[in-house]
């Protein structure tokens, strides 16, 4: 039999020769497509069209043939199903657009004037409605199969998390679990599946977590707390949140999810620390120092320690009054506390209340460079002051050694030519104490010199020694017993003899490698930020600043198609952000270098900038709702500049976090002295975990969802807060579920000059 055997009239021949008419109808009844899916529609159009060619193929076959699974026919509606799959079409569409083309066909054959029989219009919807269901089928059977693929992977994620997360029904039976509740539990996840508390844990722990559960599920709100569990190893306390998952019915929670994360070794570190630092109270009230600190006006504001018990005051005789007006008659003091308050960090021995105090200053400084306090400890060196002096009397060579660092004490004896070396060069310079040490004399010193560096540092060695006065200090390296080089700083003084000849020489050598190699790093890394400037503020500023003005003279173009003058736009855009990254990028560098951000103050009104920031925000998010509240005399000395810099991160903070149905609110407040800018989102808050890190550089929230305009750097809100320091201004942040967020920034009107 041949199967595409045909009479002239047959209705496969009507069918192909009115093809292209079917299409036609079929597309007029199709929605309109919106302008920009042109290309869509005509993929769609010829896909239809292949769709009749195979029922017409279908038509001319016998009835074997047709109903066989694998003919071209029915896999062109399987791809045709697969396509719209693909293209995120709904599978009511596919439906429709059959339907349509049903209706399409039928239109035709009502049209033509050649009588149909009942058999040949049965056929012909037999065969479409087999064309559907094969489209159909194969629709859902890769909707699944796409399901199936999230369902993996967010498995797969939520295994890799660091706590244990679960999910229980209304009568406590789990529904999910991840790898790392396996691991407390120690069930497998089939067998925990369908499983309650009672038939997993002990009854004492599984009644705890029932009577938890039942908390979240009748308060319909999330739960937080600790809790202990047993486990193999010993007890593990956990930071557990559960929240109730809505249910179908309204009000109703049909299930719960947990999140427990182990924060044993958490609690005992912070149990070590507590006690490590009581143990270092103790310690510290029972030396003999005195721990003391001052405030920028000099005023006492901590003065304890059993050092105190040696002079003639008390602690709460000190504290509360001036280093001024205490030490008013001691110029010496005054002059150190005056240094100490400018930011130098010192150490000097001082004669203090009847006591001979070894006192060390550390200025505390502040986040915008100033000082802010100065801390210290005073040892108390009465005895050893008395002994030196005792000694320095009594002892030529202790006199000497003491001239010298306390490190390596060395004495060589220019006569004899032996170099007596103290009990630390040993374990210094690395020698090997298991066998006899090599002479030490100053042929070995000599050879333990760098090759680079032998012939200088014995020169000025010898240019010492002829010296008048006898000083020498040289830095060099030096051989360790271990092979490795050590940067040393050693010093040293010449003993004369009556005729003023060289007789002995007396030093210190101490070992400053560490520091060598910090100076190193950090020259490194201060070359590294110079580049990175250099790279941001030439290298990259160009090729933006080209694209720009490439991108501007396009979109003026007349000849443009919509879809290039979308593309430009999207150009446009795309470097704009990267302009704005940059800026944030140069103004971080300059903040972290130390400069600060540069200010270029003038006579501004706040409210009038406002307005035109959230003008232009306006314009980038016609979509949004922003609103401003300005009330009394919003004048002020400030960097206009920068100011609009701080609005725009904060107004494109809030609508990036914000609920995006409610409105963003700007609020200005005049005070006689100052202007406090408010900016207001509601919506979630701010995570407390993430507060005390909210203006450090390159911290953000994650994205929410609807939240598109949730991404950058990091670096916005550290650029806030360093340029509303800049303006000797405060910067605050209030985020609660019922309130939402509110940034305030309070500003002078008239900041003090910057130094």
């Not at 002892?395 to 007596?420: C, F, S």
């Not at 210094?428 to 042929?443: C, N, Q, W």
Request: aromatic share 6%.
């Amino acid at each position: 039999m041949n199967p595409v055997a045909s009479t002239q009239d047959s209705l496969a021949d009507l069918v192909e020769a009115r093809r292209e008419d079917i299409i036609q109808r079929w597309g007029a009844r199709l929605e309109p497509p919106p302008p920009d899916t042109a290309e869509e529609l005509q993929e769609r159009l010829e896909g239809m069209l292949k769709l009749v060619d195979a029922l017409v193929l279908v038509l001319r076959q016998d009835a074997l043939e047709a109903r066989s699974s694998t003919g071209p026919a029915w896999a062109h509606a399987r791809e045709l199903g697969l396509r719209r799959f693909q293209a995120g079409a709904r599978v009511e569409t596919l439906v429709q657009e059959y339907g349509l083309l049903r209706e399409a066909i039928l239109e035709v054959l009502d049209a033509s004037p050649r009588p149909l029989g009942t058999d040949e219009l049965r056929g012909l919807w037999r065969a479409l409605d087999r064309s559907l269901t094969e489209a159909v089928a194969r629709y859902v059977h890769e909707h699944e199969q796409a399901l199936r693929s999230r369902e993996l992977r967010l498995q797969e994620i939520l295994d890799h998390a660091p706590a244990a997360i679960y999910a229980k029904d209304a009568g406590g039976r789990y529904l999910f679990v991840n790898l790392p509740f396996e691991a407390i539990s120690g069930h497998a996840r089939a067998s925990v599946l369908g499983r309650s508390d009672l038939e997993l844990f002990p009854r004492e722990t599984a009644e705890r977590f029932r009577y938890n559960d039942r908390r979240v599920l009748a308060s319909r709100m999330p739960l937080v707390f600790d809790e202990e569990v047993l486990q193999p190893d010993g007890a593990h306390l956990y930071h557990t949140m559960k929240f109730p998952l809505p249910g179908v019915g309204e009000g109703q929670s049909w299930a719960l999810c947990g999140v427990s994360t182990d924060i044993t070794a958490t609690r005992t570190l912070r149990q070590e620390r507590d006690e490590a630092r009581e143990q270092l109270q103790r310690v510290l009230t029972q030396l003999p120092v005195v721990l003391w600190a001052f405030d920028t006006q000099g005023v006492f504001t901590l003065f304890e320690g059993e050092g105190v018990t040696t002079t003639t005051v008390s602690s709460q005789g000190m504290q509360g009054r001036s280093v001024f007006e205490v030490f008013r008659d001691r110029r010496d003091v005054l002059e150190v506390v005056l240094r100490a308050l400018a930011g130098e960090r010192m150490s000097t021995e001082l004669y203090l209340m009847g006591v001979w105090f070894e006192v060390r200053l550390l200025p505390v400084v502040g986040p915008d460079g100033r000082v802010v306090s100065v801390s210290g400890v005073s040892l108390d060196i009465t005895e050893r002051r008395r002994a030196e002096q005792e000694l320095r009397a009594s002892e030529t060579r202790y006199r000497l050694a003491t001239l010298a660092t306390r490190d390596i004490i060395w004495d060589w004896d220019l006569v004899t030519g032996e170099i007596h070396w103290s009990e630390l060069a040993p374990r210094i310079l690395r020698l090997d104490t298991s066998r006899p040490l090599p002479v030490m004399d100053m042929a070995w010193w000599t050879a333990s010199l760098h090759p680079d560096e032998r012939e200088r540092v014995t020169r000025e060695l010898r240019q010492a020694l002829d010296s008048r006065d006898g000083h020498w200090l040289a830095e060099y390296r030096m051989r360790r017993g271990d092979g490795t080089w050590a940067f040393v700083e050693d010093r040293g003084r010449v003993v004369k003899d009556l005729q003023g000849r060289p007789v002995r020489m007396v030093g210190a050598m101490q070992d400053v490698t560490d520091r060598h190699e910090a100076e190193a790093e950090a020259k490194r890394r201060a070359e590294f930020e110079q580049l990175l400037i250099g790279i941001v503020g030439h290298d990259l500023r160009n090729p933006i600043s080209a694209i720009t003005m490439a991108a501007t003279t396009l979109s003026k173009r007349e000849d443009a198609c919509p879809r290039d003058q979308k593309a430009v736009a999207r150009i446009l855009s795309s470097a704009d952000r990267a302009q704005r990254m940059l800026h944030d990028v140069l103004d971080f560098t300059q903040a972290r270098l130390g400069g600060g951000i540069p200010m270029d103050p003038r006579e501004v009104d706040l409210l009038d900038l406002v307005r035109q920031v959230l003008d232009e925000v306006q314009q980038a998010h016609p979509d949004r709702r922003l609103e401003v509240d300005g009330r009394g005399d919003a004048r002020l000395s400030c960097d206009p500049d920068r100011l609009a810099q701080v609005i725009t991160n904060l107004v494109n903070n809030a609508l990036a976090y914000g609920d995006a149905f409610s409105p963003v609110r700007v609020r200005l407040r005049s005070q006689q002295d100052t202007v406090t800018l408010a900016v207001r989102n509601l919506g979630r808050p701010i995570p407390p975990e993430l507060m005390p890190r909210l203006f450090e550089p390159l911290k953000r929230a994650e994205a929410r969802d609807g939240h598109r305009n949730a991404h950058g750097l990091g670096l916005g809100l550290f650029i806030v807060k360093h340029i509303v320091d800049a303006h000797a201004g405060r910067l605050r942040v209030r985020s609660t579920h019922q309130d939402g967020t509110t940034f305030l920034v309070r500003l002078p009107r008239r900041p003090p000059a910057r130094e």
